[in-house]
């Protein structure tokens, strides 16, 4: 089975930095995806990481230690637009196309 | 074109009828899935197609019944449903091959309410 964890909530201010962890136990891992989901929305892509390191995108980074079942998204010069839940999804391993989504972080971005 | 396109948008029908939810795109995409959300959760995988056929099913009530005509269409048949089945369907695609061959792109969704 798999197991996905991120916190629940998080603020933070206009202009600044956030970090959201996302921690996960796989018996097989074929990656790690970031999507951002705005209330009443669909998921948007925004980054993904199959190797370990950091992915840069634009205001957007995403980092993964697979010996650590660990990721994070790093979000910078955090803009009104940006309060959203963040959701990270796990490919299994021998499963083709099958996406675990983890519980979502609700970030709420205050002026 | 670069968009998954679900029909209807809304849609309220009551435990003993028969609706269908459906979603196409014209990405070339030669895999499609359904999930299911809840208010304040995430998507749940419900069905997965790959190259039009299918490759997951986890654990569906068979009240739900995924169709694929083709590489472009994906339908979800609706029949005898109960209320905690009112959600949002969320329907996804991805390449299926090549780089980014996982990344999914979603649709709008579906927002079902079963009285």
């Known amino acids: 089975g798999q197991n996905i964890d991120q916190p629940t909530e998080m603020t933070a201010t206009e202009g600044a930095i956030v970090q959201i962890n996302c921690t996960y136990q796989t018996s097989g891992f074929n990656g790690l995806f970031w999507y951002q989901q705005h209330a009443g929305e669909a998921p948007t892509f925004l980054s993904y990481?199959?190797?370990?390191g950091l992915e840069e995108k634009g205001r957007f980074s995403s980092f993964l230690s697979r010996s650590k079942g660990y990721s994070y998204l790093l979000l910078k010069e955090l803009q009104m637009k940006d309060s959203a839940s963040y959701l990270c999804?796990?490919?299994?391993?021998?499963?083709?196309?099958?996406?675990?989504f983890g519980p979502g972080t609700r970030l709420s971005v205050l002026p | 074109d670069t968009e998954v396109t679900q029909t209807p948008k809304h849609l309220v029908m009551g435990m003993t009828n028969k609706k269908s939810l459906k979603c196409e795109q014209h990405m070339g995409h030669r895999a499609m899935y359904w999930y299911k959300q809840k208010a304040k959760k995430p998507p749940e995988l419900m069905f997965v197609?790959?190259?039009?056929?299918?490759?997951i099913n986890e654990s569906v009530p068979s009240r739900f019944s995924p169709e694929c005509p083709n590489s472009s269409l994906l339908n979800l048949h609706l029949h005898a449903l109960q209320p905690e089945d009112s959600a949002l369907y969320l329907c996804?695609?991805?390449?299926?091959?090549?780089?980014?061959?996982?990344?999914?792109?979603f649709g709008a969704g579906s927002r079902l309410t079963v009285l």
């Open positions: 996804a695609s991805s390449p299926g091959q090549g780089n980014g061959a996982n990344v999914l792109t």
């Open positions: 197609y790959s190259y039009e056929k299918l490759s």
């Open positions: 990481n199959v190797l370990d």
């Open positions: 999804a796990v490919i299994h391993r021998g499963y083709g196309q099958n996406f675990v």
